[in-house]
């Protein structure tokens, strides 16, 4: 497919979305349709597969055993990484992470974090000497788009069928046993909307984003909570907007959430 | 790796029986999809046993940086890489000095079957990610990838078709799982062929092996490889096949209304299809996009 820009895709995009509409037909408070397959890679604690339109992202978990932050003896921890590949789309390079991958995997990472959906004190195995720390790798295998809110479900969605590894007495993991489930407190998910053309749209499209002027994330839990918020890319947002943004991704993420509910295995 | 032979080793002589249950030179299951990631020139899914892997093909397009071309010639770059959360223990995210060596040896098993003579200049860049492993990864790479060349619609000579070969508890076998490599006597080789003219294209082993052995499982992974052949041709023929709904337009596109004896043309163009592939030159045709 072809997947570069030209200057006559952004400026039909910017005079559709002036006028409300958009290239797929979607409205403007309109996710893409998405699904997810848990479970799929077995030599992951736990690991899930996102299709949210044309965008495709795979997340792993592996939970290991290491030494707690000196400042922490108490507490196991959490990592997460992400990877926009070559193989995701033409844009994209190999080699050390590029500043979309850090931003990304931080926001994704500050707003399962932030939600203390994890009790970092329960992964600790012994004070100042033992700890789990779950590393969450995502992956784009197809970029069209929004790879903050693909990201974040198929973490979640992962997260929510990881399985904790069993150890030995010498503290050494015992390979194919498992003791019990990583325990989720919360289930935060991210909404990710663009202004283009003056209005504020979500879930944009890789066309969408290239056209948008600004980029707002928001992390939201079942209970109200806000875990994390990121304004990205140049351009601005007016105090209204934001406060418009934050009140329909609470919808947004609601309904996402009750999707995601019925589609993860538990 | 894993030191000494175990001692509920499976008694092989008496039930010739594997470790999974498989007979010696059977393959693990295999399948193949193509055509899975829209951003792609050509893309191919691959499950093989607990193996999974995605390739895709961006090009051929202008290499860069400008010193990587070949005024003669294609360069096949693959680039061959493993998920965190795809192997037991976490890899690193970057990759590594496997990597880099299998990405080598795996491009220039590819540049044989490509021709690439015809796209001087340009880099046909091939990358395959491991999303899931045990034993046996860089062959279903390999498999996957020639599939998505094939799906991108770049000419070549045949497909290349790839498997593991060797010996573990004693016995000489095909397609090794993660526990017959970690035997204390296994033999591994990946090997990957052009079916059509036999051509051995990759080729690595580590373990000991005896030259009487080689002998017996050269053969052995001609057989396998022509399988895996066989299922890499079925993925393609699944996305390229005429279906009825294109057939019926063609009836009432090119035939018309007055020419209904046109139907039976193309259900011989049909005949004549299946038939070319039964040809040495492996083409997909690709739809134009």
Known sequence: MRTTVLEYDLSKVIELAKQGKRLDGRTLDQMRDFTIETDKYKNAEGSARVLLGQTEVIAGIKIAVDKPYPDNPDEGAISVGAELGPLAHSEYESGPPSLDEIEVARVVDRGIRESKAIDFEKLCIKSGEACWIAFMDFYAINADGNLFDAGSIAGLAAFLNAKMPKLNEKNKIIKHEYAGKLELKRLPLLTTFVKVGGKIMVDPTYLEEKAAEARYSVATTEDGFMSAMQKGIGGSFTAEEINLMVDKAFVIATENRKKLLKMVKN | ?289
């Open chain 2, 1 to 289: 790796m894993s030191g000494k032979q175990r001692d509920d080793a499976p008694d092989y002589k008496k039930e010739k029986k594997r470790v999974d249950g498989r007979k010696m030179d059977e393959l693990r299951p295999l399948s193949i999809k193509v055509g899975v990631l829209p951003n792609a020139d050509g893309s191919a899914y691959l499950e093989w046993g607990q193996n999974k892997v995605y390739a895709a093909v961006f090009g051929p397009r202008e290499a860069l940086p400008k010193h990587t071309q070949n005024p003669y010639k294609a360069v096949v770059k693959v680039n061959y890489r493993m998920t965190t959360f795809s192997v037991p223990e976490r890899k690193q995210p970057r990759p590594n000095r496997r990597d880099y060596e299998i990405s080598k040896v795996l491009g220039e098993a590819l540049d044989k079957a490509v021709f690439t003579e015809q796209f001087p200049n340009t880099e046909i860049g091939v990358f395959v990610e491991v999303v899931d492993s045990n034993a046996g990864s860089r062959v279903a790479c390999l498999t996957a990838a020639s599939c998505a060349l094939a799906d991108a619609g770049i000419p070549m000579r045949d497909l290349v078709a790839a498997t593991g070969v060797g010996k573990a508890f004693n016995e000489l076998i095909v397609d090794l799982n993660k526990e017959e490599e970690d035997a204390s006597d296994a033999v591994d080789i990946p090997i990957g062929i052009l079916p059509n003219s036999e051509e051995i294209v990759l080729f690595q082993m580590d373990g000991l092996l005896k030259k009487e052995e080689l002998d017996k499982i050269l053969p052995m992974a001609m057989k396998a490889c022509k399988q895996v052949y066989e299922v890499q041709k079925k993925a393609l023929q699944e996305k390229y096949k005429l279906t009825e709904l294109s057939e019926a337009n063609v009836e009432a596109g090119i035939a018309g209304k007055e020419n209904a004896k046109n139907v039976s043309q193309v259900k011989e163009a049909k005949q004549e299809k299946e038939s070319k592939k039964e040809t040495k030159e492996v083409k997909a045709k690709k739809v134009k996009k």
